[in-house]
């Protein structure tokens, strides 16, 4: 067995190291989009695979995911009657955006003021650094059985989910790490423990069957995007609450969002209103959210003089953790129907739903985790949610219905990840190394 004392300075000598991985690793602009180099794609994957041989991996390889980038795969035997434990993190990043809003260039890893900048730095190579910063602190034989999986296009389309329920024998664990999450605020120890659903339509509306002259036909005869206007206005109320009938939110009973660092880490412009009557938690964490998220019409430039015949919105609606996504868009789908004005056309098509997820929290990891996170961060652990999803979490689930799933990770809410200026706090890293060492120890003496 390893003292706390011994592993808090084990995962703190090596700090150096693990950040010099990290800058290396955000060095590689893996985006895993089409349209974007393989060969930093391909870098990165071999990179990964010998960074987990190096920290002591057995049976370590690249997996062929069809239809999408290498995972990286390794394994580390369960010491006799210890629990396995299946860690995982990805390698793709998120495109880096413009570049003129970034400080210093998103893939040259720059420290300041205790946070490395680059992109990827925290989402989610942080969690590469993590998973072999513990193993490292135990000097590559953990008191538990490791299984590891660095996922390669998480960003973009994730196929892992569908590769799982062909190779099960890989993935199975009696505990599943996903280190790809954060606190809401650095130091404050953190356990997501539910994450919210969601779905998306397309609503096209049609009101003619060709454009026509504007200043002849205007008046009387209805536009396409004028209509599709008016539906769209009914998705909330005044307060900017979802007022659709059957989508009624779940109730939140875990940590509350300070407002602050809310309002900063959404970027919201300073006299911009945040909306909705519910407190921030419940509505980001427990509620159903409706957004716009595209919209075909003709453009300012060019635009002509006429009535637009067709108009189309893509619309992402985001559902509880323990509701479910395809009853949602169903309902939303009805609600649209109902309130289309001056009979109009309206066609909706939608796309696959994913539910939410909602953890165990009565099994002996989540009691372990709450315990690591507390003596590594020496504060009361908080139980937060998250308004994303992670596609992975229920395809695990499924599969395994025993296995307990625990998201945590470095990315505070700070981050800024999939933003410009995206960054890690270097301490809030080496305490999530911590409380994972921590969390073995824990798991094995059970
Ligand atoms: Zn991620």
Redo the contacts with the bound molecule.
């Keep these: 067995m390893t003292t706390t004392q011994e592993l808090r300075q084990a995962v703190h000598e090596h700090m150096p190291i693990s950040i010099s991985v990290l800058k290396q690793l955000v060095s590689i602009p893996s985006v895993a989009m089409e349209g974007y180099p393989r060969k930093q794609v391909v870098e990165a994957a071999n990179f990964v695979e010998a960074q987990l041989h190096t920290a002591g991996f057995q049976q370590v390889r690249q997996l062929a995911i069809p239809n999408g980038s290498p995972a990286i795969y390794g394994e580390i035997p369960a010491p006799p009657g210890a629990p396995t434990i299946l860690l995982y993190?990805?390698y793709d990043v998120?495109p880096p955006g413009s570049l003129h809003e970034w400080n210093s260039l998103p893939f040259e890893p720059t420290v300041r003021d205790g946070r490395l900048y680059g992109r990827g730095a925290?989402?989610?190579k942080s969690?590469i650094v993590a998973h072999l910063a513990t193993i490292q602190a135990f000097h590559g034989h953990p008191p538990v059985g490791i299984k590891i999986v660095i996922e390669g296009d998480?960003?973009f389309k994730s196929s892992l989910p569908s590769y799982i329920p062909e190779h099960p024998d890989l993935f199975r664990a009696d505990v599943v790490i996903i280190c790809?999450?954060g606190s809401i605020v650095v130091g404050e120890p953190t356990l997501t423990t539910t994450l919210r659903g969601s779905a998306s339509l397309t609503v096209e509306v049609r009101t003619l069957k060709d454009q026509q002259h504007n200043g002849v036909f205007g008046g009387p005869v209805p536009d396409a995007l004028i209509t599709l206007c008016r539906i769209i206005a009914t998705l909330h109320d005044e307060h900017g609450n979802v007022q659709v009938p059957g989508l009624d939110p779940s109730d939140w009973q875990g940590a509350q969002i300070p407002e602050d660092a809310f309002r900063r880490a959404a970027s919201l412009l300073p006299d911009v209103d945040l909306i909705g009557d519910r407190a921030l938690s419940a509505q980001v964490w427990a509620g159903y959210a409706i957004n716009v998220i595209g919209l075909d019409a003709p453009a300012i430039a060019g635009a002509a003089n006429s009535l637009i015949d067709m108009a189309r919105a893509r619309i992402n609606l985001r559902v509880p953790p323990d509701q479910n996504a395809e009853r949602a868009l169903e309902l939303l789908t009805q609600h649209l129907q109902s309130v289309t004005p001056w009979h109009a056309n309206i066609a909706i098509s939608h796309s696959p739903a994913n539910n939410g997820f909602v953890a165990k929290t009565d099994g002996p990891a989540h009691a372990a985790a709450r315990q690591a996170l507390q003596e590594a961060y020496q504060r009361e652990t908080q139980i937060i949610g998250d308004g994303a999803s992670?596609p992975l979490t229920n395809v695990l689930k499924e599969q395994f219905p025993e296995a307990e799933i625990l998201i945590w990770g470095a990315?505070d809410l700070a981050a800024r990840?999939h933003g410009p200026n995206e960054s890690v706090d270097l301490e809030e890293l080496e305490r999530i190394i911590l409380a994972q060492c921590l969390f073995f120890e824990k798991l094995a003496q059970q």
């Design positions: 993190a990805h998120q925290a989402d989610d969690g998480e960003e790809d999450h992670i990315e990840i």
